[in-house]
């Protein structure tokens, strides 16, 4: 009996690198909400609830960064340390840090972990997994210790804070910023630091270098060193359109916030009009998955509350740290779409054609992302006594694992956060890779139907 349940397990979750993903991640939240649920991760010495704990945790491996406490004042220096480990760990990739792990103890990878590291990091070939791993581990340091040194400088020599608590709150926001994870030290996030550019920008630098995705990051460090030496130029389509959509999302969100709140006494209307970009520009970041919030969330007007909830939607870049169905699944949407209502028979973008799989993936994710959030929103309204705009906005939220709040959060019951709980670890691991997780094994059909056009429209 023991032989056959050992075959099933290892026929259900490692033989296939995303069920092992899957359960990577669910064993990490298990192990985090153990350790936050001791007296001693409480700053009052008392245990947290399983729930709290169990909530927390998840949002802090699915570098979410909703919260129901307060993570500066409700844990103690061990219980912050040990959010901030399962950010990382969440951020670097469960299975990346495993890979990354056993290269530098054995200086090899075992086939299997090469194809368990290739689908955490989207590498395209096995060949590719010991540069990607190193790379990743290398831009993870290096953007991580520059925004260190800067916030705690500025935390040191701008506010005054002893030496210690200006290197532990600089350490604190720069993993949580690179890792898109939003959770601030403080109750109010980044509302105090809204008119010092020196504190916002850095950060919002730092979410924007690890929503884009790794692949692109390592693309652009391997194209500079590959154009000075060889002179060769160009870049990967995933690159250019990830970097274009990006720009243009950046930008869409900084003109519409700005104008959407620019008289808002609740928002952007206390400020200069130069804090009012800086802030309408940091709030544009944050939406792509940063989570942390310079203005007040829940005074957000309607229509700004509905394009925050387009933008969490989307998300960041595949392979990175951002959540959403992803810029370049959105892209492809488009190109599809233009290219329909042109009347052309493949759908093009930048000079390329894209393959039929990639436009049926890209209306998976994206009709998959549809039907959770919609699924999560009627569930969460049943258990929480708030208007359908809120409630949709915390479940774009969780999904997308951005960690804008409108302050629905802190007052969820348990069924709630057990909702809100499920649809994070959906959103962090993303539905293809759920879906091909449970799948128990793939099935190839060895004919071909008749094929009939119906009616659309």
Known sequence: MAGRLARVWQALFTTHPARTTVMAFATVILGGTILLTLPLASGDGSATGIVTALFTATSAVCVTGLVVVDTGTHW??????????????????????????ALLVSGKLRLRMQLTAAAETKSLGLGDVRRVLLGVAGTTAAVELTVWAWLALRFRYGYGMPIGESVYHGFFHAVSAFNNA?????????????????????????????????PVLLELLRHRTRRRTTGRRGWSLHTKLTLVTTAALLVTGTVLTCLLEWGNRGTLGQFTWGEKLLNGF???VMTRSGGF???????????????????????????????GIKVTTFAVLAAAMVAEVRGEPNSTIMGRRLAPHALRQALTVALLGVGIVISASLALMTVVKAPFEVVLFEAVSAFGVNGLSAGV????????????????????????????????????????LPEERPVIG
């Not at 939003?182 to 504190?199: E, H, I, K, N, P």
């Not at 969490?312 to 595949?318: E, K, V």
């Open 293 to 323: 919030n310079t203005i007040d969330v829940g005074s957000l007007e309607h229509a700004t509350l509905l394009t925050t909830c387009a933008l969490m939607f989307i998300g960041g870049g595949s392979a990175g740290t951002a959540g």
């Open 282 to 284: 940091v709030h544009s």
């Open 409 to 448: 959060s802190a007052d969820l019951s348990v069924p709630g956060q057990l909702i809100v709980v499920v649809l994070m670890f959906v959103g962090r691991l993303g539905p293809v890779t759920l879906v091909s997780a449970l799948a128990l094994r793939e099935r190839t059909r060895r004919y071909e």
């Open 182 to 214: 939003g959770f601030a030290l403080q109750a109010d996030s980044l509302t105090r630091y809204a008119t010092d550019a020196w504190v916002t920008l850095p950060i919002a630098v730092a979410v924007i270098l690890g929503g884009i995705g790794f």
């Open 76 to 101: 103690s220096g061990f219980g912050q340390g040990v959010i901030l480990t399962l950010i990382q760990v969440g951020g670097f990739g469960i299975m990346t840090m495993a890979s990354l792990l």
